[in-house]
């Protein structure tokens, strides 16, 4: 059992002090349809935002073992963010995880247990009642001790934990309930998007040049094309450049993509398919420590990188599908400016044709993670999983030093890894 502790914050002083956090950038996230405690529905799905966050409330690394940590996560409305309500009686609720079908568990009645999930057996420390706060907001307050779910230190950041602490009300104890229905799309709970499966488009737009994004450009599965000639040249344009702090989503890019979709700085993919990725699918610039999240959607006829990452700060790949690529991550080899890296490649299916997933460079210290990867028709086990190279800043090509997992920079398990 995992407990957490205090570091050096007063907590009454700062939940006195919740406007200063509004001022400081408290994030509410707002639904198509929200439920208070008075008419919270059993017969669907919901995902929890927390009010001071504005992130979801997420079933770490797509587990569905008992004891596995519950954090909070960049909302991605995906099955390890939906929870179902089931009445436990006098009040009280079991949450139940649409991913694993395990429900929601505080171990004890200590300030700082973590939350977990476990095998559902219906005892106290499995159940909840809602407390209304304000302004559409709930508490979760445990049957067993009383006290209320914790976005714990007020982090702002993906992976946090979530924990039980005194009932304060304050802005980190509160959550947005939203409606995401029953729970049938997106994705399988049991794991990565199937092989081979491709969007419908629902319309056509054309493209004559560059769109620039800033804010959140839904597409509504329409189609666009066309950029470029559908070769090799890394002077091509794209088709999308993302501001810093973009989202692309719902979108189905058409043949010639140009250089696909560039990001200044930290953006969200989701639901973003390429028809025939040409040069690259997308490629992630930026300063300091951005974070870059694709999560869902798929890529073919990648005949050199899937996604090319050439600025700073991590890159998380889920749920997604890949065909027909030479490499499906790399961090850039002889960039003019050189960083350390991360990857994070979780729940993804790919499918041979396909060289190697991820390349990374050693000498900067990057990092690739991988969980949940499906590999399809590689019976001979040919697809590298972590290529290490020694990178550099001279614009020359990079030399390899070594393939496969480590404890410094390719971080994987054959538990990882399932060929079909």
Not at 193 to 215: A, K, L, M, R
Not at 359 to 388: E, P
Request: aromatic share 8%; charged share 15%; with cysteine.
């Amino acid at each position: 059992m995992i407990q957490l502790r205090r570091t050096g914050r007063r907590r009454l002083a700062l939940v006195a002090g919740a406007t200063a956090l509004v001022a400081a950038g408290a994030i509410t996230t707002v639904g198509i349809t929200s439920a208070s405690a008075a008419n919270v529905s059993t017969s669907v799905n919901y995902v929890f935002v927390n009010r001071h966050s504005g992130k979801a409330m997420d079933l770490y690394n797509w587990a569905t073992n008992d004891g596995a940590p519950i954090v909070q996560f960049t909302r991605n409305n995906l099955a390890v963010q939906q929870w179902r309500f089931v009445d436990a009686g006098s009040g009280y609720y079991k949450i139940r995880s649409a991913h694993s079908g395990k429900v929601l568990e505080v171990p004890n009645a200590t300030d700082g247990a973590r939350l977990v999930q476990m095998t559902d057996n219906n005892n106290t420390r499995q159940h909840f009642r809602l407390a209304d706060s304000d302004s559409g907001y709930v508490r979760f307050i445990s049957r067993h001790s009383n006290k209320a779910l914790d976005l714990w230190e007020w982090s702002t950041v993906d992976g946090a934990p979530i924990a039980q602490f005194t009932d304060l009300n304050g802005w980190n104890q509160q959550w947005q309930l939203i409606n995401v229905g029953g729970g049938s799309t997106p994705p399988p709970t049991t794991g990565p998007p199937p092989s081979g499966s491709w969007p419908t488009p629902t319309g056509q737009v054309s493209v004559n040049g560059t769109i620039n994004v800033s804010g959140t450009l839904d597409g509504g599965m329409r189609r666009y094309c066309c950029i470029g000639d559908g070769g090799q040249e890394e002077d091509q344009d794209p088709m999308f450049s993302l501001a810093s702090g973009a989202t692309l989503q719902n979108v189905i890019i058409g043949a010639p993509a140009g250089d696909g979709v560039h990001c200044a700085g930290p953006c969200t993919l989701r639901n973003v398919w390429w028809e025939d990725v040409g040069e690259d699918a997308a490629t992630f610039r930026g300063s300091g420590s951005p974070s870059f999240l694709v999560d869902g959607g798929g890529a073919r006829s990648a005949s050199d990188k899937v996604f090319q990452h050439n600025g700073p700060g991590t890159l998380t790949i889920q749920n997604f599908q890949a065909s027909n690529f030479g490499t499906f991550y790399r961090s850039c080899g002889n960039c003019s400016s050189q960083y350390q890296r991360n990857v994070v490649i979780r729940n993804v299916t790919l499918t041979r044709p396909g060289n190697t997933i991820a390349g990374v460079n050693v000498n900067y210290g990057d990092t690739a993670r991988f969980s949940g990867i499906t590999i399809v028709n590689d019976s001979s086990r040919a697809m590298v999983i972590c290529r290490k190279y020694n990178g550099n800043n001279s614009g020359d090509e990079p030399s390899q030093v070594g393939t496969g997992a480590d404890s410094t920079n390719c971080f994987y398990a054959s538990s990882d890894l399932t060929y079909r």
